[in-house]
């Protein structure tokens, strides 16, 4: 072989080489799915794609048949969704296709749904996720304030609805104890027993938030009471902190500052629906009208929670230790609701192995329900609703019906308040107080005039007469 050729042949070699490379190298560089999980709720599905670095994503959904394609850049398959279960939620099949350097899954879907994708940074417990949620699409239900005007009119007294939330599920486990109890199971056991106590009670009726191992999200939970139609929101945990000592039960109501925040948003997302505020809607409001029913709303709620709070707290210093004596107060995302109280339960710490052992025996957990629910039945008493066997020949205007009252009384100040007049050809400051009934002089203050100079086309305001 001449010097030439050995040459070329050397430059080839060392180029195939450096491709190879550099393919291994991409390869190396790619991000992996390591696995697969979902969940079923009654109204959504949660699928959850293990991966080994982060991603971009995209997702689309398709119609005709309903499917939903999701694409993922630069990731290779190392997982199967073989093991996935289909018989429950809104996913029938999955595929999962290798394109190389990119993984594209195609979700044949039951019904239609709305979907939702988001990727979730490493914890303890977990490398990066990619979480796509579906939720189902449902007709709006009969909002709160139909179904009040609906008993008030009938002659049987309705049933006041607790709504219990049992926190976490699913692949949040919650607060975990020295010996490996979860919070989400022991929250789950706690709600199973008050709602069957709350059913045994007459006059009340228990739905359930989650009502097996599952994942909500907490703006979800607080949507489905509101759905529901509940008059009260009973949010189950355990707690937990780094030192095993910290011990006792403690009872949580939304704090002001906490209210103020979750105002700006309802306000600026438009969020609003029928079911806002017992079925006063915010979105054909003004501005001002609608921040005053909803701190109307938000204050007389806080109220609420915080005395059937002071109930339930009073109940479970009977059982055990609190550890705070009074009701505390924080921004906790599942309290945010505008119209219907609500309590978060913190019934113990997980992380004290005394009340680890506890919390796990089924006599403590039935404790726990029967002075929650003491606390809530003493309240309902105490402020009867109408309608209910609770309020007997008082009448207590709901909190839907306070609002409305307020909308009105506003409504008509405002009407009385905002009189306008559009200056025409011919008009004089004079001829339009006689015809609105009020002087010259209130006129020109109301409008900071300093002359009795109007101008064809300028709207001037009416002071009231």
Same mark, same amino acid.
């Given at each position: 072989?001449?010097?030439?050729?050995?040459?070329?042949?050397?430059?080839?070699?060392?180029?195939?080489?450096?491709?190879?490379?550099?393919?291994?190298?991409?390869?190396?560089?790619?991000?992996?799915?390591?696995?697969?999980?979902?969940?079923?709720?009654?109204?959504?599905?949660?699928?959850?794609?293990?991966?080994?670095?982060?991603?971009?994503?995209?997702?689309?959904?398709?119609?005709?048949?309903? #499917? @939903? =394609?999701? /694409?993922?850049?630069? $990731? *290779?398959?190392? &997982?199967?969704?073989?093991?996935?279960?289909?018989? +429950?939620?809104?996913?029938?099949?999955?595929?999962?296709?290798?394109?190389?350097?990119?993984?594209?899954?195609?979700?044949?879907?039951?019904?239609?749904?709305?979907?939702?994708?988001?990727?979730?940074?490493?914890?303890?417990?977990?490398?990066? #996720? @990619? =979480?796509? /949620?579906?939720?189902? $699409? *449902?007709?709006? &239900?009969?909002?709160?304030?139909?179904?009040?005007? +609906?008993?008030?009119?009938?002659?049987?007294?309705?049933?006041?609805?607790?709504?219990?939330?049992?926190?976490?599920?699913?692949?949040?486990?919650?607060?975990?104890?020295?010996?490996?109890?979860?919070?989400?199971?022991?929250?789950?056991?706690?709600?199973?027993?008050?709602?069957?106590?709350?059913?045994?009670?007459?006059?009340?009726?228990?739905?359930?938030?989650?009502?097996?191992?599952?994942?909500?999200?907490?703006?979800?939970?607080?949507?489905?009471?509101?759905?529901?139609?509940?008059?009260?929101?009973?949010?189950?945990?355990?707690?937990?902190?780094?030192?095993?000592?910290?011990?006792?039960?403690?009872?949580?109501?939304?704090?002001?500052?906490?209210?103020?925040?979750?105002?700006?948003?309802?306000?600026?997302?438009?969020?609003?629906?029928?079911?806002?505020?017992?079925?006063?809607?915010?979105?054909?409001?003004?501005?001002?009208?609608?921040?005053?029913?909803?701190?109307?709303?938000?204050?007389?709620?806080?109220?609420?929670?915080?005395?059937?709070?002071?109930?339930?707290?009073?109940?479970?210093?009977?059982?055990?230790?609190?550890?705070?004596?009074?009701?505390?107060?924080?921004?906790?995302?599942?309290?945010?609701?505008?119209?219907?109280?609500?309590?978060?339960?913190?019934?113990?710490?997980?992380?004290?192995?005394?009340?680890?052992?506890?919390?796990?025996?089924?006599?403590?957990?039935?404790?726990?329900?029967?002075?929650?629910?003491?606390?809530?039945?003493?309240?309902?008493?105490?402020?009867?609703?109408?309608?209910?066997?609770?309020?007997?020949?008082?009448?207590?205007?709901?909190?839907?019906?306070?609002?409305?009252?307020?909308?009105?009384?506003?409504?008509?100040?405002?009407?009385?308040?905002?009189?306008?007049?559009?200056?025409?050809?011919?008009?004089?400051?004079?001829?339009?107080?006689?015809?609105?009934?009020?002087?010259?002089?209130?006129?020109?203050?109301?409008?900071?005039?300093?002359?009795?100079?109007?101008?064809?086309?300028?709207?001037?305001?009416?002071?009231?007469?």
């Amino acid at each position: 072989m001449n010097l030439k050729i050995r040459f070329v042949f050397q430059r080839f070699i060392i180029v195939v080489v450096t491709l190879f490379l550099c393919i291994q190298t991409a390869t190396a560089l790619s991000a992996k799915i390591n696995g697969f999980r979902m969940w079923a709720s009654p109204d959504s599905t949660r699928l959850v794609i293990d991966l080994s670095k982060s991603v971009n994503h995209r997702l689309n959904y398709l119609s005709n048949p309903e #499917r @939903l =394609v999701l /694409d993922i850049d630069k $990731i *290779k398959l190392k &997982s199967s969704v073989a093991e996935l279960s289909y018989e +429950k939620g809104a996913i029938a099949n999955i595929q999962a296709i290798d394109k190389g350097n990119k993984v594209r899954l195609v979700m044949e879907l039951k019904y239609k749904i709305k979907p939702q994708s988001f990727l979730l940074k490493p914890n303890k417990k977990y490398g990066y #996720r @990619l =979480v796509i /949620d579906l939720n189902e $699409i *449902k007709k709006t &239900s009969q909002t709160s304030m139909a179904k009040i005007i +609906k008993s008030v009119n009938s002659t049987r007294k309705r049933d006041i609805i607790v709504a219990i939330d049992a926190g976490h599920g699913g692949e949040d486990p919650g607060a975990i104890g020295p010996k490996g109890t979860q919070e989400k199971k022991i929250s789950l056991e706690i709600a199973r027993k008050l709602e069957r106590l709350v059913n045994n009670k007459p006059g009340m009726r228990a739905v359930m938030i989650r009502d097996g191992d599952y994942y909500i999200s907490l703006r979800g939970r607080t949507k489905k009471a509101r759905r529901l139609g509940a008059d009260i929101f009973i949010s189950i945990h355990a707690d937990a902190f780094k030192n095993p000592k910290a011990h006792g039960s403690s009872v949580f109501i939304l704090s002001s500052r906490g209210a103020s925040s979750e105002a700006a948003k309802w306000l600026a997302k438009k969020e609003n629906d029928a079911d806002l505020m017992g079925g006063v809607s915010l979105d054909d409001k003004g501005d001002m009208l609608a921040r005053v029913l909803l701190d109307l709303s938000q204050t007389a709620c806080i109220d609420a929670s915080n005395n059937a709070a002071s109930g339930v707290i009073s109940e479970l210093s009977k059982i055990g230790d609190t550890h705070k004596r009074k009701v505390e107060r924080a921004g906790f995302a599942v309290l945010k609701s505008p119209d219907i109280p609500s309590l978060l339960i913190e019934t113990g710490f997980i992380s004290n192995p005394k009340e680890e052992r506890l919390l796990k025996t089924s006599g403590y957990q039935n404790k726990i329900a029967h002075a929650i629910l003491q606390g809530v039945n003493g309240y309902f008493k105490q402020y009867p609703m109408l309608g209910t066997i609770y309020s007997k020949d008082v009448v207590v205007k709901p909190l839907s019906q306070s609002i409305v009252t307020a909308s009105n009384q506003y409504n008509h100040q405002m009407n009385q308040n905002n009189k306008r007049h559009r200056v025409a050809p011919g008009d004089t400051l004079s001829a339009i107080s006689r015809r609105y009934a009020v002087s010259v002089a209130s006129l020109k203050q109301y409008n900071s005039m300093k002359n009795n100079r109007l101008y064809v086309g300028k709207t001037i305001r009416i002071p009231r007469s």
